[in-house]
């Protein structure tokens, strides 16, 4: 029995690794930006206890908020990073690896439901080939790569993993005869876990209770009802005192229970639209899930929004074949339970995420959880004709074997041609602005795509498109404002600042508060020496976000460009953390080099050197160096710099794509100093 199992997690192993081969060096996309490359909380760079602290709670959306976020798999990202920085081998590897475990897990759960369903022992040969069956149908259908190649929802597999962890646990406390308690405090654990990394996986305790209602008889005794009802008080108060207060997740206040509803209007639906579409959508899921085609997945779906029972016509229909569903399911549970468990755990499990949250409509990886089992009654129509002997004719077995097969191959196919579309951002956004041509998002990251490629026209073409299609994003205003954004900074990127300008307005003339529009406003007027604007700017910025380093640098700067020098440094001395940041130490640096201060311009540009070595602040070491008469290792290009006798030495030290004020001003410092140096030479 023990090889068996062991055989059968290695076939399952193999058959998922050929299926996402094609996945170790896909690309980052789109929330991987703000979750893991520009989340500096997660970016681990010592392998010590404070910075694992300040992985577990790098919320994106709140960084200077200290609560629990997702924990474990924040700190599984923070490992990969400290290990292979942004390089997606390592990530990609890490979430097979979970999906592995995950199956490995299911693979187990559906064997005891199994053995506890038929409850005999000459039922092994149908028990372990049914697993194994229903556990390759889940494992490869290409719905799940959208919880697996996208690295940021290693926080949907994980939870599963642990979910289904839990859930094992449980059937080994429930049916062992010795080691009860430890079986359930493992559980227990796995549950806290699934739930650290998700919230969805809330959904776990009523699945307890489904699966007692199933698959175990009860005659309860007062002593059982009276230990249910005790554990009841404690789990389900520690499980929501972890959720709302431990992990910060505020869905709704306690005060004003229905308080969620008013997030609706910041979407492009209402309440009763999203519970009226959802239905029409769980069909689309499932019919994805049992007819992979290929051409049906993507990351953006064009939905129409159901307005009644009757606009569009499936509306209804949808209603009542779930609710058919579910009530037959309940109906006929102890009858047929592992076709009637499998519906109701996918329905249940769906609940957090396709109901009344204000959530996005639609994300394929939201089945990954509640599609467990909704494979196990074709596992075991298979098993039961394989091995039920002599009842099945060979034609048969042979038939049934077969479409096995096909099917194992067709999904196989499916999800590794699937991994080719999570190639690259330019494969991704492109398969779906195909599947959904109005798709604002789509057309916004291939905008950015053509943009970083250098392709400015191919970006202004797919940024427009997301301009006039920002109405359909489930978030239309922000896809306005963003889309804007995207604009302007094409234009600062090319040059064309009154352009830019023009762009930034726009998105500032909304009633939305964007901090990254102001900031971009503030950098083209300093491009175009609009100072005391920028001045204007930064001090609006700074009074929204006093505590962001980013944007009191760039206070600092603006002043500095302003010629209120004294003022500039102030504000540099009000930056938390100061010695740590290169940027802030490299101003203070030439703004103590205007004040002929050289002594301490020397201090804050090695500092600034010893944070990030770059040739740029090496030559203003040397400048500085000789300026103070200082004997240093890079004397040699100071020389070079102001006894070469030709001014080109300076703009081949100094030729740079990216625009920096403070190497400008240095520039132009050398510049004014270099005639009086080479004719004091010459002398």
Known sequence: MQQNTRFFFAFIVIIIFISYSNTFYSSWHFDDKPNILENKKIQMSEFTLQQMCSAIKADPANPNINKLYRPIPCLTFSLNWYFGQDNTFGYHIVNIAVHVLTAGFLFLVMRLLLCIHYKKKDHWRIINTAA????????????????????????????????????YAYLRGRTSTKGKS??????????????SSKENAIMLLPSFILIEAAFFRHSITK????????????????????????????????????????????????????????????????????????????????????????????????????????????FFLKKYPLICFSILFYFLNHVVESTILQLEMVF???????????????????????????????????IAAFCTT????????????????????????SDAIKKAPNSPRA????????????????????????LKNSKNDPNPEQARITALNKLGVLFFDTGEYQKSLYYFNQCLDSDMYISYCLKNRILVFLRLNYTEQAVNDAQLLISQYPYSVEYRYLAAFSLYKYKKIDDALVMIGSINRLFDDYQAMQLAGVIFLKKNDYQNSLLFLRRAEEIFPSLENKINLAVLSYLADYQVPLEKITRAIFYGYKKENIDLLFKEDRYDILTEDIQRYLYQRFEKLAYHNEQ
């Open 223 to 330: 002593h059982q009802i009276v230990l249910l009802v005790l554990a009841l008080v404690f789990i389900l108060p520690a499980a929501f005192f972890f959720v709302y207060y431990g992990l910060g997740l505020t869905p709704f206040s306690l005060s004003n229970p229905l308080s969620f509803l008013d997030s609706y209007s910041t979407r492009s639906f209402t309440f009763s639209q999203r519970i009226l579409t959802q239905p029409r959508i769980i069909l689309m899921y499932l019919s994805q899930i049992f007819f992979p085609l290929t051409g049906r997945f993507s990351i953006e779906h064009e939905v129409i929004l159901s307005t009644s029972f009757f606009s569009p016509w499936t509306t209804l229909p949808s209603i009542v074949a779930i609710l058919s569903l579910i009530c037959g399911s309940i």
């Open 443 to 466: 057309a916004g990251h291939l905008g950015e795509w053509y943009s970083d490629k250098g392709q400015p026209e191919l970006a202004y073409k797919y940024f427009k498109l997301a």
């Open 364 to 398: 394929e990886h939201r089945n990954y959880l509640p599609s467990f089992f909704l494979f196990l009654p074709a596992g075991v129509l298979v098993a039961q004709i394989l091995h039920s002997i002599p009842s099945q004719s060979f034609f048969r077995r042979a």
């Open 132 to 167: 194994l069956f229903a556990t390759l149908f889940w494992a490869l259908a290409p719905i799940q790569t959208q919880a697996v190649t996208y690295i940021v929802q290693r926080m949907a597999s994980m939870a599963a993993m642990f979910g289904i962890a839990s859930i």
């Open 406 to 429: 096909f099917f194992l191959i067709i999904s196989g196919h499916a999800t590794y041609t699937r991994n080719m579309a999570w190639a690259t951002e330019e494969t991704l956004w």
């Open 182 to 195: 430890c079986w359930f405090i493992l559980s227990l654990l796995a549950f806290f876990a699934a739930l």
